[in-house]
């Protein structure tokens, strides 16, 4: 079982509204939590990083949350915009060590 | 332009054949990697260089041989291609060797390889 699980899957939404991505994650201890952006045939590129002390961080129109307790995040998109669409990764890593777990990512779609 | 690059953007190959994709970051960092993402989109890391030193090496087939010869470049070479090797592989840089560090992970662009 993945240590990162990430809901839901895809999702498509009118340009416009807000939406809400979520990670749930099992990897302990905990160092810290990282959204990335993936546009289509692009690298990730980096939107947050959280420590356990954080509960939330903006960049812009992304706003992640989390609760290290229930070992959950979210990445909430404001006013979306079709620039938007992309896949949006949850990382996550341990203390202690280099690895990184990886989330398989939400499919965001922006439909004018 | 500041930048992790990677050539080449595509590899197209056959079967059993040996190939090389490069990476080159100018960010001063002091650690790459490289990672694969197959179809399902599931990025997976497969190696660490930390100033030309390995320090992650997950569970890669030995055909994966990665070599730095200095500590902006980490190229990686792959012999007797398979069907399975077809995936995106993007390499990646850090400036801090740990995963625990906040330090932003920047990707290069990718390389498509699909071996026929």
């Known amino acids: 079982k993945n240590q990162v699980e990430q809901s839901p899957q895809s999702l498509i939404i009118l340009e416009g509204k807000n939406c809400t991505l979520q990670c749930n994650y099992t990897v302990s201890p905990f160092s810290n939590l990282r959204w990335y952006k993936q546009d289509t045939g692009r690298g990730p590129v980096s939107l947050t990083i959280?420590?356990?002390?954080?509960n939330t961080k903006s960049n812009g129109r992304y706003t992640a949350t989390l609760d290290a307790d229930t070992k959950q995040s979210s990445l909430h998109i404001t006013a979306s915009q079709l620039s938007d669409s992309a896949s949006y990764i949850c990382?996550?890593?341990?203390?202690?060590?280099?690895?990184?777990?990886f989330g398989k990512g939400n499919q965001v779609v922006v439909i004018p | 332009d500041t930048a992790v690059s990677q050539t080449p953007k595509y590899l197209v190959t056959q079967m059993g054949n040996d190939k090389s994709i490069k990476c080159e970051q100018n960010l001063g960092h002091d650690t790459m990697y490289w990672y694969k993402q197959d179809s399902k989109k599931f990025l997976k890391i497969m190696f660490s260089y930390n100033n030309k030193e390995l320090i992650i090496n997950e569970t890669v087939p030995n055909r994966f041989s990665p070599k730095s010869p200095d500590k902006a470049h980490l190229n990686l070479h792959i012999n007797s291609l398979e069907l399975g090797d077809s995936a995106v592989y993007f390499c990646a840089s850090s400036q801090d060797r740990t995963s625990g560090s906040t330090d932003t992970q920047y990707f290069g662009p990718g390389t498509r390889l699909t071996v026929l």
């Open positions: 959280m420590t356990f002390s954080e």
């Open positions: 990382v996550v890593s341990a203390k202690g060590n280099n690895r990184l777990a």
